[in-house]
C-alpha cells in the first residue's frame, strides 16, 4: 500500500492564480480531510468527507473547495491564490470500519503565493 | 467545544534526560479519543498512539510511555532516555463526535517542539 499520496510536493503560486492540489489513498478509507499548517499554529481542518459524493466544510474554508467523486480521491481547489494561502497543507484519511479513526497522512504540499 | 491545550511550546534536552509533554482537553463527549502524532523535521506526521475514554490504563512502548487521566484532563507523553531522533513536533490531538456518533473528526493542539541535543 502507498498510503496517502499528494501531489505536488512544491508549488510556487502568482496572486490570483489557481490550482488543484491532488490526494489519493489506496486504503479504501471512507473518510478524507484536508488541513492546513501554519508555522506554530497546529493543523486547521479545511474540508473533510464522509465518503464519496458527501463533503463538509470544516474550521477554515473561505478560498477553497474540494470534491470526492470516487473513495480513492480527494482533490483541493484553490481559487484566485491569494498570499494567505501560503502554508503547507496535509491531506489525511481513515477509516470507519476501524473505528479507532486514527488519521493517516499524506507527505505534504508547501504552497508558496506571492 | 472541543480545545486541545499543549501549554510547553518549545522544550529544549540534553541526550539521555527523561522529558514529558503535556496535553490537557476540553470535551463534552462522553466517549472520545485522543492521539499523539510526531512530525520530524522531514515534515511527515507520524501516528503514534490512541487511548479511547474508557481505558484509563497507561501504556508504555519502548522508550515512550503515555498517562491518561480523565479526571485532570490530561494525556500526557513522556519520552524516557531521550534520543537526537526524538527531536520533533509532537501534536496531541481529540476526537469528536458527530451527529451519527462518530468519533472521526480531530481536534489538534499547537504542537510541542522537542529538541534534543547531544
Known amino acids: 500500500n502507498a498510503g496517502v499520496t499528494q501531489t505536488p510536493k512544491f508549488r510556487i503560486l502568482k496572486i490570483g492564480q489557481s490550482m488543484t492540489l491532488q490526494c489519493t489513498q489506496d486504503?479504501?478509507?471512507?473518510?478524507m480531510y484536508w488541513y492546513r499548517q501554519d508555522p506554530g499554529m497546529g493543523l486547521k481542518l479545511i474540508y473533510y468527507?464522509?465518503?464519496?459524493?458527501?463533503?463538509d466544510k470544516g474550521e477554515v474554508p473561505n478560498g477553497y473547495n474540494v470534491s470526492r467523486s470516487t473513495t480513492e480521491d480527494f482533490p483541493l481547489r484553490l481559487e484566485l491564490a491569494a498570499p494567505s494561502q501560503t502554508s503547507v497543507y496535509f491531506c489525511?484519511?481513515?477509516?470507519?470500519?476501524?473505528?479507532?479513526?486514527?488519521?493517516?497522512f499524506g507527505p505534504g504540499t508547501r504552497l508558496t503565493v506571492t | 467545544a472541543q480545545k486541545v491545550t499543549q501549554a510547553q511550546t518549545e522544550i529544549s534536552v540534553v541526550e539521555k534526560e527523561d522529558v514529558t509533554l503535556d496535553c490537557v482537553y476540553e470535551?463534552?463527549?462522553?466517549?472520545?479519543?485522543l492521539f499523539w502524532y510526531k512530525q520530524p523535521p522531514s515534515g511527515e506526521l507520524v501516528f503514534l498512539i490512541r487511548r479511547n475514554s474508557f481505558d484509563e490504563q497507561n501504556e508504555i512502548s519502548g522508550r515512550y510511555s503515555w498517562n491518561f487521566q480523565k479526571s485532570t484532563s490530561s494525556f500526557n507523553f513522556t519520552i524516557t532516555a531521550s534520543q537526537v531522533v526524538d527531536s520533533a513536533v509532537y501534536f496531541c490531538a481529540l476526537s469528536e463526535v458527530d451527529s451519527g456518533g462518530s468519533n472521526y473528526k480531530l481536534t489538534f493542539g499547537k504542537g510541542t517542539l522537542l529538541t534534543v541535543n547531544p
Open positions: 486504503m479504501n478509507h471512507n473518510y
Open positions: 489525511a484519511s481513515s477509516s470507519r470500519a476501524m473505528r479507532s479513526y486514527e488519521q493517516y
Open positions: 470535551t463534552r463527549d462522553t466517549t472520545y479519543y
Open positions: 468527507s464522509v465518503g464519496a459524493g458527501i463533503t
